[in-house]
């Protein structure tokens, strides 16, 4: 919240508006798009990525309705970090597998790995959503896909939206019910 003061007023708003503190009280996800404001660049970097991310993040703050399923996505990813390699068809499953010889040296850090995406397919199993990630995980891969053939297009995050939050979930199941420190996940 205290990011959120700062930013806010470093952007020239005096205070946060209603609406957004009561859509910070009420809506389980909208705080998460927030969490770009850990990054340094983001608030005072000088590139052009920088200030249209400070744009985006004020306009959700001035009002909560604008922010877009992008915004919550680019939120949840920064949340979440690394744990995103972890799901199925994630990027640390698919580095195990195709770079198996170079993992081969290190036996500590994969079984750390497996561990994990073990405990990671459990509690898909117990929450009945194994079928729903693997769903989303691909619709997701889809629509990045089909955003990078259309650059002039305004690109659609609907399915990757939806599969931070279900990365979301399990992340928070994993730290609930199995032990896990976030900062495990992280990495």
């Known amino acids: 919240m205290r990011a959120l003061v700062c930013f806010a007023r470093y952007m020239g708003l005096p205070s946060l508006p209603a609406a957004t503190v009561e859509k910070l009280r009420t809506d389980p996800h909208f705080r998460y798009i927030f969490y770009r404001l850990d990054n340094h660049s983001v608030v005072y ?31 949840l990813a920064a949340y979440l970090n690394n744990f995103i390699g972890y799901m199925p068809q994630g990027f640390k499953r698919v580095s195990l597998e195709i770079q198996a010889e170079f993992f081969a040296s290190m036996p500590d850090i994969v079984a750390g790995y497996k561990a994990v995406m073990r405990d990671v ?22 629509e990045r896909i089909a955003a990078s053939k259309e650059p002039d297009a305004e690109p659609s995050f609907q399915r990757r939206a939806e599969f931070m939050k279900l990365c979301l979930v399990v992340f928070n199941r994993l730290v609930e019910r199995h032990g896990y420190t976030p900062e495990r996940l992280w990495t």
């Open 45 to 75: 970097g000088s590139h052009p990525f920088d200030q249209a991310a400070r744009e985006r993040l004020a306009a959700a703050l001035r009002d909560p309705d604008a922010a877009t399923d992008s915004d919550l996505y680019i939120g």
């Open 121 to 142: 397919d459990n509690a898909l199993q117990e929450m009945g959503l194994l079928e729903k990630a693997l769903t989303l995980a691909k619709e997701s891969d889809d």
